[in-house]
């Protein structure tokens, strides 16, 4: 009888541990589903909310490249004359060499946002490279680009930084 005690209660230690790994597996799953990059970068703004943080009304965004990309600009104007913002969604690679020093730009880290976050720029505005805003959060990585005219540097990183707020929002 001894031994039949024994054994039912290792049964029941069994189910117990097999149960507690099947929801240990979910919530592992569950997480990684929640971790995965966006496949859609249009998908991570609405109009409206770029047309807020912008100050100007923007169209609808599109892609420029991929599904990876997104670019919002100002309605009725051209790229090199109105507001624009892009968001590119990376690959954890290209975030880590973004953060490699670079004679002539200046790489800081943004504390506060996310898991990890950087800027970068070359002291002046160039659409596209300066200033960039790169932020990780779990296996999602992307880049911040905002041009807005008349905007001065700093201006231009706190847009890129409300941005950013705004799609860690989404994620």
């Known amino acids: ?63 420029k490249i991929s599904a990876g990309d997104c670019r919002w600009t100002e309605s009725g104007k051209s790229v090199a004359d109105g507001a624009v913002l892009q968001v590119n969604v990376t690959e954890a690679q290209a975030f880590e060499i973004g953060k490699t020093p670079l004679s002539g730009w200046n790489k800081k880290p943004e504390t506060g946002l996310a898991d990890d976050a950087y800027f970068v720029d070359s002291g002046k505005i160039y659409f596209l490279v300066s200033p960039t805003l790169s932020v990780k959060k779990g296996l999602v990585f992307f880049v911040i680009a905002a041009k807005i005219p008349d905007a001065s540097l700093e201006q231009t990183k706190a847009i890129e930084k409300t941005v950013a707020v705004r799609v860690l929002g989404r994620l």
């Open 1 to 63: 009888m001894a031994g039949y005690n024994w054994m039912c209660s290792n049964q029941i230690t069994m189910r117990e541990l097999t149960a507690a790994c099947l929801v240990l597996g979910l919530q592992t799953m569950a997480q990684s589903a929640m971790a995965a990059a966006p496949t859609d970068a249009c998908a991570l703004l609405s109009q409206q909310e770029v047309t807020t943080a912008l100050g100007v009304s923007v169209d609808a965004g599109k892609h």
